[in-house]
C-alpha cells in the first residue's frame, strides 16, 4: 500500500510539472524573461516557504541549527539545479512542450538515478544504495540497464526533432511552438537534464535536514518541505541574476508596469505557472518519503512528466503537419523511456 501510494504521489506530481508551462503560454506583451521570474518568485520562494511553515515546526529554526557544511552542499546544489531550470525554460521556447520534456527530463532522469549513488560513494555515507553497490548486484545491473534505455529513448526523440526540422515550414512550427530551433534547443537542453538532477543531489544532501523535521515531530510524509526551501533558495539565485542580466540587456525592465500589457492577466498566469511548478516537488517530497530517494523515484517521478507533457505537447499541436513517420518515431521514444521506468522498478524489487 505504501508503494501505490507513492505511486500515486509521483504521478499527482509529474502532473504538475507536465502541465506547469501552460498558462505561461496565456502571457502577453512580455519577454521570456520578465514572466519567467515573476513565476520563479512564486515557485522557488514563496510557495515552498508555505508549505514548509504549514508542514514542519519551526522549519526555520532547523535550518538555522543543521550544520553550515549541510546547508552549503544543499544550496549548491540548487545553485547547479537552477542553472539546469533555466536553461529548461530556454529548452521550452525551443523545442516545444512534448519534445523539450521527453529530451531533457530523459537526461535528468538518467543523471538524477546516479548522481545519489556516487555521492554515497565519495562520501561514504552508510545509508542508501551506492554506484559500487549497483555494480555489484543483479538487481543495480538491471537498473542501469534501465538507464541506458532511458539514454536511448533520448535519442529516439532526438531523432525525432531533427526529422520535424527537416519537415515542417516555418509556418508550420509557429502553429505549436513560435520559436522552434533544433540546435538551441538541443544545446540547452543537454546542459538542463544534466544540471537539473541536481536537486535530486540537493534532496541527499539535505537529508539531515528532512530528518530533523520528523524528529522534531513532523509528519515523515513532508519531511522533505524544510528541504526544499534551501535547494530552491539557490535555484531562485541563478534565475534571479541571469533573469536580471536579460531585462537590462533586452531592456524589458519595464515589463513588470508595461501599461498595454495585460497586467493583472500576466501576474495571475505567471503565479499559476509558479505555484504549480512547486507542487511538483511537493508531491515527489510525499512519493520519495514512500518509496525512497532511489533511482526508482526520481526516474518514475521523470516519466509521469514526459508522459503528461507529451499528452499537452499533442493537444497544442506541436506535432500538427509532420509525416506518420516523424510522428511515431517521438511515441517510440516516449514508449523506451516508459520501458526503461519499468526495468528500473524490476530492478529495484530483485
Known amino acids: 500500500m505504501q508503494a501505490i501510494l507513492g505511486v500515486i504521489f509521483h504521478f499527482i506530481g509529474g502532473f ?124 543495480g545491473q538491471v537498473v542501469l540497464l534501465g538507464i541506458f534505455l532511458c539514454l536511448v529513448g533520448i535519442a529516439v526523440c532526438g531523432k525525432a526533432g531533427t526529422m520535424k526540422e527537416k519537415e515542417m515550414t516555418t509556418e508550420q512550427k509557429a502553429v505549436g511552438v513560435k520559436e522552434f530551433d533544433i540546435k538551441k534547443g538541443f544545446t540547452v537542453g543537454i546542459i538542463s537534464g544534466i544540471l537539473s538532477a541536481c536537486f535530486n543531489y540537493g534532496i541527499e544532501a539535505g537529508k539531515p535536514m528532512a530528518v530533523a523535521a520528523v524528529e522534531n515531530g513532523g509528519n515523515p510524509l513532508f519531511q522533505n518541505n524544510v528541504t526544499f526551501v534551501v535547494i530552491l533558495w539557490g535555484g531562485l539565485t541563478t534565475n534571479f541574476i541571469w533573469c536580471m542580466i536579460l531585462n537590462a540587456r533586452n531592456k524589458t525592465f519595464g515589463d513588470y508596469t508595461k501599461k498595454s500589457a495585460p497586467l493583472l492577466r500576466n501576474y495571475m498566469f505567471s503565479a499559476l505557472a509558479g505555484v504549480t511548478w512547486f507542487l511538483q516537488f511537493f508531491f515527489y517530497g510525499m512519493g520519495e518519503s514512500k518509496l525512497g530517494n532511489g533511482a526508482s523515484s526520481w526516474i518514475l517521478h521523470m516519466a509521469f512528466i514526459i508522459l503528461i507533457s507529451n499528452v499537452w505537447g499533442m493537444a497544442l499541436g506541436e506535432w500538427k503537419g509532420v509525416q506518420r513517420k516523424t510522428f511515431q518515431t517521438i511515441l517510440a521514444g516516449v514508449a523506451v523511456i516508459m520501458l526503461s521506468i519499468v526495468v528500473v522498478g524490476i530492478g529495484n524489487s530483485l
Open 16 to 139: 504538475a510539472s507536465g502541465s506547469f508551462y501552460i498558462p505561461y503560454k496565456k502571457v502577453r506583451d512580455w519577454a521570456w524573461e520578465s514572466y519567467w521570474i515573476v513565476g520563479g518568485i512564486f515557485s522557488w520562494l514563496i510557495a515552498p516557504i508555505v508549505a514548509a511553515y504549514l508542514t514542519v515546526p519551526d522549519f526555520m529554526g532547523i535550518i538555522s541549527s543543521t550544520d553550515n557544511t549541510t546547508v552549503m552542499w544543499t544550496y549548491l546544489m540548487g545553485l547547479f539545479w537552477g542553472i539546469g531550470g533555466l536553461t529548461f525554460g530556454l529548452g521550452m521556447r525551443y523545442l516545444g512542450v512534448s519534445l523539450g520534456m521527453s529530451f531533457i527530463l530523459g537526461f535528468s532522469s538518467a543523471f538524477g538515478a546516479l548522481v545519489p549513488p556516487i555521492y554515497r560513494d565519495i562520501v561514504g555515507t552508510d545509508g542508501g544504495e551506492t554506484f559500487s553497490g549497483m555494480l555489484a548486484s543483479t538487481g
